[in-house]
T-cell receptor
Framework: DGGITQSPKYLFRKEGQNVTLSCEQNLNHDAMYWYRQDPGQGLRLIYYSQIVNDFQKGDIAEGYSVSREKKESFPLTVTSAQKNPTAFYLC???????????FGEGSWLTVV | GESVGLHLPTLSVQEGDNSIINCAYSNSASDYFIWYKQESGKGPQFIIDIRSNMDKRQGQRVTVLLNKTVKHLSLQIAATQPGDSAVYFCAENNNAGGTSYGKLTFGQGTILTVHP
């Protein structure tokens, strides 16, 4: 099936640890995105990439890092510098020249 | 920065009624709008979209209306069903520079509850 796969679904992080969330898509989409969603809130853009080996900061990039070494993969690292990382993280992708983005099923990150 | 917002955070309807979810946007340069449905614990699902050169677009049981004069967007769901219960988000895109496809600004969402 075509789609966007995020893993893990649930992740727990200790204080001071970095964690990496995986996002893979087989839709042959050029652009990929990471959004953060807090309970009862809308989505906020963390990072986005419109092409392999290139990415840009979104509205809330501090404390996060990404890479785009392959077209189908866009992993997000939540670093220890992110002081409030507990949230629902959503990966998305879109085709070239398309406004519409399609989302994965999300990953829950909790700091313990 | 400019953002998209919603008039009503919650909406309760009876099964079979029509639902109307509203959204106000503040960026007059936005040229594309999307409605998403998000069920609990899942990623948002695309429902319907509309470009700024249109004022109405219909899908299956859903209609989106755009009023650029007052910067208002609405989603109408006909014959609402319990399976429509979810959070609905509007989102906007301003691609005037041609480099911002897919960069969406989301509203806070409206919780729709459909009672059998």
């Amino acid at each position: 099936d075509g789609g966007i796969t995020q893993s893990p679904k649930y992740l727990f992080r200790k204080e001071g640890q970095n964690v990496t969330l995986s996002c893979e898509q087989n839709l042959n989409h050029d652009a990929m995105y990471w959004y953060r969603q807090d309970p009862g809130q809308g989505l906020r853009l963390i990072y986005y990439s419109q092409i392999v080996n290139d990415f840009q900061k979104g509205d809330i990039a501090e404390g996060y890092s990404v890479s785009r070494e392959k077209k189908e993969s866009f992993p997000l690292t939540v670093t220890s510098a992110q002081k409030n990382p507990t949230a629902f993280y959503l990966c998305a992708s879109s085709g070239q020249g398309s406004h519409t983005i399609y989302f994965g099923e999300g990953s829950w990150l909790t700091v313990v | 920065g400019e953002s998209v917002g919603l008039h009503l955070p919650t909406l309760s309807v009876q099964e079979g009624d029509n639902s109307i979810i509203n959204c106000a946007y503040s960026n007059s340069a936005s040229d594309y709008f999307i409605w998403y449905k998000q069920e609990s614990g899942k990623g948002p699902q695309f429902i319907i979209d509309i470009r700024s050169n249109m004022d109405k677009r219909q899908g299956q049981r859903v209609t989106v209306l755009l009023n650029k004069t007052v910067k208002h967007l609405s989603l109408q769901i006909a014959a609402t069903q319990p399976g429509d219960s979810a959070v609905y988000f509007c989102a906007e895109n301003n691609n005037a520079g041609g480099t911002s496809y897919g960069k969406l600004t989301f509203g806070q969402g409206t919780i729709l509850t459909v009672h059998p």
